[in-house]
């Protein structure tokens, strides 16, 4: 069993996860502008990879692009995986490819802990990849733990790259705002990513 086989039910199931749908469960942040290199990429990218329509596109022409921004932003404080084997616990499913990892660490050859934020893309249906994004942020949880990094609070969104939803687990609760945040403009969605980045350190 691997990360992809998570439907929502199980991850709950599986790890005794209580769950809170509510409204956006961010502060008011201040915006953060992206740079003119990103607005220029997202502008040529975005039309591309929604013609192609599948996660790869998606994943590599706007997601990616817009991790990497938060990284440049935080003054490559951060790291960011991409389609990284994340094996924390395979007897408890906790295995397989993750999309993309944000750790608090600047190390880039391994992932170190705490790991801060997963990301999962998916090509149209974000309810289908919540599953395992869950499933995935519970890994960081456990990883962070492992590691002797353990953070208050995980954060996770699943992604087609033109909207965004996010995620957080506390202990046993995951919260899901239910708003879903769009791309573009791309201001808010890096405000929030930011603002994870920083509110953990």
Do not use: H
């Not at 802990?113 to 995935?136: F, I, N, S, T």
Request: with cysteine; proline share 6%.
């Amino acid at each position: 069993m691997s990360y992809r086989e998570f439907t929502w039910s199980k991850a709950k199931q599986d790890f005794s996860l209580k769950t809170i749908e509510g409204d956006r469960f961010f502060p008011v942040l201040p915006e953060v502008q992206p740079s003119s290199l990103l607005q220029e990429m997202l502008q040529r990218n975005i039309p591309w990879a929604i013609a192609v329509g599948n996660e790869k596109a998606r994943s590599e022409a706007i997601i990616n692009p817009i991790l990497l921004e938060v990284q440049q932003v935080l003054e490559r404080k951060i790291s960011v995986f991409s389609g990284e084997e994340f094996n924390v616990d395979p007897k408890a499913g906790l295995n397989g490819i993750c999309d993309f990892l944000i750790s608090q660490s600047p190390e880039q050859i391994v992932v170190e802990a705490p790991v801060l934020v997963v990301v999962e893309a998916k090509k149209d249906d974000l309810k289908r990849g919540m599953g395992q994004c869950l499933a995935e942020m519970v890994a960081a949880q456990r990883f962070n733990r492992a590691n002797e990094q353990a953070i208050p609070t995980i954060y996770g969104s699943v992604t087609t790259g033109t909207a965004w939803r996010f995620l957080k687990l506390e202990d046993s609760i995951v919260t899901v705002d239910l708003t879903d945040y769009p791309v573009p403009p791309v201001e808010q969605v890096l405000s929030i990513l930011v603002w994870i980045a920083n509110n953990t350190r």
